[in-house]
């Protein structure tokens, strides 16, 4: 029973690595054009995630080490 469990999930991880191409199923169209888009969008286009959703990176980072001030309610426990 052991086996056939492990056998089984190994089997479901080998078919998450298969990679194709995306359509629609036969007989089935993509989704309707927007309203505001000038023509109907392609599958690579609905696959692409807006930026709103994959913001980049706007944090500053550090690039030189600087001392810190002292903080005044840094101190030690009672």
Do not use: W
Request: glycine share 6%; net charge positive.
């Amino acid at each position: 029973m052991k086996r056939l469990l492990i056998v089984a999930a190994c089997l479901g991880l080998a078919g998450c690595g298969s990679k194709q191409t995306l359509h629609p199923p036969a007989g089935a169209a993509l989704p309707i054009k927007p309203a505001t888009a000038p023509a109907p969008l392609t599958a690579a286009q609905l696959l692409k995630p807006p930026t709103s959703e994959r913001p980049s990176r706007s944090d500053e980072l550090l690039t030189k080490s600087q001392p810190r001030p002292a903080d005044p309610f840094d101190q030690p426990p009672k």
